[in-house]
């Protein structure tokens, strides 16, 4: 029933917008995001299956089975076709409006695709698959101070050298589409730029992996060249290499600073802001992977909020506020506070816990939550430290 009333309302949105989707914009739009639709409908047609689990013909996208679906699936393809589209303009109403205000959006990227993906599905030949499409090695990362295990995130891994034969140009158009709906990027796992860790295909854990080169600058270079600058931001957290901050640095992206992380060690922490190196960087009071930070304080041992009330010179009362003051006070280039924290909400309001497959991403509030002293003081530091 839910289906059925989806296709009326998609036919009738097509007969009000007829001239829309009848347009050289529809088209192109439809042309460059083609794969991405009819994956989606066909996967409907195989109860929800993986590509790589479709019959031999269509999982390996044999020009008559493609013809042959696309036949056939018309009406779904049409039906994905219209939600995309209607999203994707419905966004750009949005971007232009928000840039009009001169507010610029940060997007997210991650550096890994999942398995069972349109640009997995339509690209084999750029990915470590076996011929039934399937990975050879997956994405992770090796045991850590925090997991005996490591992570096995399990994302097929990339053949690097099949993307250098093609100038990067899948990577290319995957970075020029982000910069269509974002004014910035921020790529997740940048270090694996510089070398990742790449796991068999079947293990357990991540123990039984080893590190492989990435493309480094060359990729960048590349993409720079055909593109022009590329206001991209590093997600450069975690154990990382002199190779990798060299990596950043040369290609001039700026890298975070997390102020939950400042604390917990000594005065010469890398993310307390009396110790950035550069002002470009972006600091952030916690990210959409911490708890809030009035969850943060509430959890965090002894010393550390002694250090921070210390070094702030606050009680902790109020320390979600404490610590924005901090990061907007900072030399960094760009300062991220969450909306939790401008709320001065606890661990019941935490976007994601990582690893944790279920109950995660689901804070909402209303525009009721959001009151004009918090508006007041986000203008008041941000006309103090002349932000």
């Known amino acids: 029933e839910d289906y059925s009333l989806f296709m009326s309302l998609k036919n009738y949105f097509i007969e009000q917008r007829k001239n829309t989707y009848e347009s050289a914009e529809y088209k192109a739009y439809y042309g ?14 195989f109860y929800g299956g993986a590509w790589n689990s479709f019959p031999e013909d269509i999982r390996d996208r044999k020009p008559k089975a493609v013809e042959k679906y696309k036949k056939l699936l018309k009406s779904e393809i049409d039906f994905y076709k219209f939600l995309q589209y209607e999203f994707f303009t419905q966004w750009q109403e949005l971007k232009e409006y928000a840039n009009e205000k001169e507010i610029e959006i940060i997007g997210d990227i991650p550096i890994f ?23 050879k090695v997956v994405a992770g990362v090796p045991p850590d101070y925090f997991s005996a295990d490591g992570q096995l995130w399990g994302n097929p891994l990339y053949d690097w050298k099949e993307h250098s034969k093609t100038g990067y140009d899948w990577w290319t158009k995957r970075i020029e589409n982000a910069f269509k709906l974002c004014d910035i990027v921020r790529i997740d796992h940048f270090r694996g730029f510089e070398s990742y860790w790449e796991i068999p295909f079947g293990e357990k854990t991540a123990v039984n992996g080893k590190w492989k080169k990435g493309p480094k600058e060359e990729i960048f270079n590349v993409m720079e060249n055909k593109l022009g600058k590329l206001n991209i931001i590093a997600e450069d957290l975690g154990d990382l290499t002199d190779e990798v901050l060299d990596l950043r640095d040369e290609l001039g992206f700026p890298g975070m600073k997390i102020l939950q992380f400042a604390f917990d060690s000594d005065e010469a922490n890398a993310y307390l802001p009396f110790n950035y190196e550069t002002t470009n960087c972006v600091v952030y009071t916690g990210t959409h992977d911490n708890d809030t930070t ?25 320390i979600a506020w404490d610590l924005i003051r901090m990061a907007v006070g900072s030399v960094a280039k760009y300062a991220v506070i969450p909306i939790q924290d401008v709320m001065n909400l606890g661990s019941d309001a935490r976007m994601n816990t990582p ?33």
Do not use: H
């Open 294 to 318: 009035k969850g943060w304080y509430s959890k965090a041992d002894k010393k550390a909020t002694d250090y921070v009330r210390r070094l702030l010179n606050v009680s902790g009362e109020d």
């Open 113 to 135: 695709v999942a398995e069972d993906s349109a640009d997995v599905w339509s690209n084999r030949n750029l990915f470590s698959l076996d011929s039934k499409g399937f990975p």
């Open 32 to 45: 460059a995001n083609e794969k991405k639709v009819e994956l989606n409908a066909i996967k409907d047609c």
């Open 355 to 387: 690893g944790k497959a279920e109950d995660n991403w689901q804070f909402r509030f209303t525009e009721d939550m959001l009151t004009d002293n918090m508006a007041k003081g986000m203008k008041y530091l941000v006309k103090i430290y002349n932000r």
